[in-house]
T-cell receptor, first 115, second 112 residues
Framework: AQSVTQPDIHITVSEGASLELRCNYSYGATPYLFWYVQSPGQGLQLLLKYFSGDTLVQGIKGFEAEFKRSQSSFNLRKPSVHWSDAAEYFC?????????????FGTGTRLTVIP | DAGVIQSPRHEVTEMGQEVTLRCKPI?????LFWYRQTMMRGLELLIYFNNNVPIDDSGMPEDRFSAKMPNASFSTLKIQPSEPRDSAVYFCASNQGLSEAFFGQGTRLTVV
């Protein structure tokens, strides 16, 4: 069965510091992988996605993520965090070949940025 | 395109009342999803449609929940009768083919 694990419920970083949010997935084949961000009271916004090809994908707002098949991971990174990055981040996995339906979401990681 | 539009943004209702949530997907998208978000359970897929046809409703929690998509530009999620444990944020999302899902702003439902 598909599943997504985000082991860190809450992370606090200082503004300007680097960030890595962890995501591990369980899926029977190569999945579609996504990172979404949710600001308070808002819907989910796509940061980046991996479908195939280059395993290092660039997203919006300076985020990137690397797909590592051997580790079943898709960790999100940012070299220098801004205060506006404080939000909840969700990793998601979807099936290959049938459209990005049936997205399974992790439980989310809440990011706090301190000045 | 204005994106996925959900209404209302907030709904407060009394236990036992019927609640209807509405969603207008992005034009041209052929998949529509309803998710529920709670602190305890996170984001759960309730049901999704492809070309207006329900494909998987296994996430619908009980018979009190029903969803329809009468045409490509409109969907409803109905709860009848509502209960306090239904309080959550309900998201609608849509996509086309192999694209990512685009989410609406959500409806925050409070059942008192």
């Amino acid at each position: 069965a598909q599943s997504v694990t985000q082991p860190d419920i809450h992370i606090t970083v200082s503004e300007g510091a680097s960030l890595e949010l962890r995501c591990n997935y369980s899926y029977g084949a190569t999945p579609y992988l996504f990172w979404y961000v949710q600001s308070p009271g808002q819907g989910l916004q796509l940061l980046l996605k991996y479908f195939s090809g280059d395993t290092l994908v660039q997203g919006i707002k300076g985020f990137e993520a690397e797909f590592k098949r051997s580790q079943s991971s898709f960790n999100l990174r940012k070299p220098s965090v801004h205060w506006s990055d404080a939000a909840e981040y969700f990793c998601a996995v979807g099936p290959l070949g049938t459209g990005a339906n049936n997205l399974f979401f992790g439980t989310g990681t809440r990011l706090t940025v301190i000045p | 395109d204005a994106g996925v539009i959900q209404s209302p943004r907030h709904e407060v209702t009394e236990m036992g009342q019927e609640v209807t949530l509405r969603c207008k997907p992005i034009s041209g998208h052929d998949y529509l999803f309803w998710y529920r978000q709670t602190m305890m359970r996170g984001l759960e897929l309730l049901i999704y449609f492809n070309n207006n046809v329900p494909i998987d409703d296994s996430g619908m929690p009980e018979d009190r929940f029903s969803a329809k998509m009468p045409n490509a530009s409109f969907s409803t999620l109905k709860i009848q009768p509502s209960e306090p444990r239904d309080s959550a944020v309900y998201f609608c999302a849509s996509n086309q083919g192999l694209s990512e899902a685009f989410f609406g702003q959500g409806t925050r439902l409070t059942v008192v």
